[in-house]
Nanobody, 118 residues
Framework: VQLQASGGGSVQAGGFLRLSCAAS????????VGWFRRAPGKEREFVSA????????NYADSVTGRFIISRDNVKNTVYLQMNSLKPEDTAVYYC????????????WGQGTLVTVSS
């Protein structure tokens, strides 16, 4: 399985971006997708996740109410709509895939940089 994350960029505080994570390869299995981020000098942290059907979503407290995760299973793509961005959202964002029966995020994309200026 390969993941391609895109959509990062530089925005001012209060702005928005939409990240995409396109999966290819062995995508016939049911899989959940998560977004994680690593800010400069910090540990990687969980941002959001969506179940294989799209029926269940989870968010970190820091992004709840501002970010929305969604998926298009026809396109094998997961989106992260990021609104009301804050400087503290600045980070490299990674998407990761968890094949449901495997139970762990075993596949990771290359990351896309989001920079939010004040």
């Amino acid at each position: 399985v390969q993941l391609q994350a895109s959509g990062g960029g530089s925005v001012q505080a209060g702005g928005f971006l939409r990240l995409s994570c396109a999966a290819s390869g062995r995508t016939s299995s049911s899989y959940d997708v998560g977004w994680f981020r690593r800010a400069p000098g910090k540990e990687r942290e969980f941002v959001s996740a969506i179940s294989s059907s799209g029926g269940n979503t989870n968010y970190a407290d820091s992004v709840t109410g501002r970010f929305i995760i969604s998926r298009d299973n026809v396109k094998n793509t997961v989106y992260l709509q990021m609104n009301s961005l804050k400087p503290e959202d600045t980070a490299v964002y990674y998407c990761a895939l968890k094949i449901v029966r495997e139970g762990v995020y075993g596949y990771w994309g290359q990351g896309t940089l989001v920079t939010v200026s004040s």
